[in-house]
């Protein structure tokens, strides 16, 4: 079983940044991928960014490109999204997700585990 833990998140002014973690524990060798998720009141759940672990390849939804990024730290099990210029519509739930395998990337049925999420509200 792999665990996750997401932190970070909070309330910011619209054009503000946070900086989101997610770190990976117990059978962390099953991970290959690590994605993040959001889901608004109301909407369903949407892939936002991924990485592939082992190669760093990155994915982004249309949504985010140039405002979020995707990082890891591997040493650390960790996954990072970094998020500026935030708008109020990023407001959601965001969740980390982890597999081992995870295709189509940006798709939440494709990853088998998932953190408890954290909550990230901008405002205008």
């Known amino acids: 079983q792999v665990q996750l833990v997401e932190s970070g998140g909070g309330s910011v002014q619209a054009g503000g940044s946070l900086r989101l973690s997610c770190a990976a524990s117990g059978y962390t060798a099953r991970v290959n991928c690590m994605g993040w998720f959001r889901q608004a009141p109301g909407k369903e759940r949407e892939g936002v960014a991924a990485?592939?672990?082992?190669?760093?390849?990155?994915y982004y939804a249309d949504s985010v490109k140039g405002r979020f990024t995707i990082s890891q730290d591997n040493a650390k099990h960790t996954v990072y999204l970094q998020m500026s210029s935030l708008k109020p519509e990023d407001t959601a739930m965001y969740y980390c997700?982890?597999?081992?395998?995870?295709?189509?990337?940006?798709?939440?049925?494709?990853?088998?585990?998932w953190g408890q999420g954290t909550q990230v509200t901008v405002s205008s």
């Open positions: 997700a982890a597999g081992p395998g995870c295709y189509p990337v940006l798709s939440s049925w494709a990853y088998r585990y």
């Open positions: 990485i592939y672990t082992g190669g760093g390849s990155t």
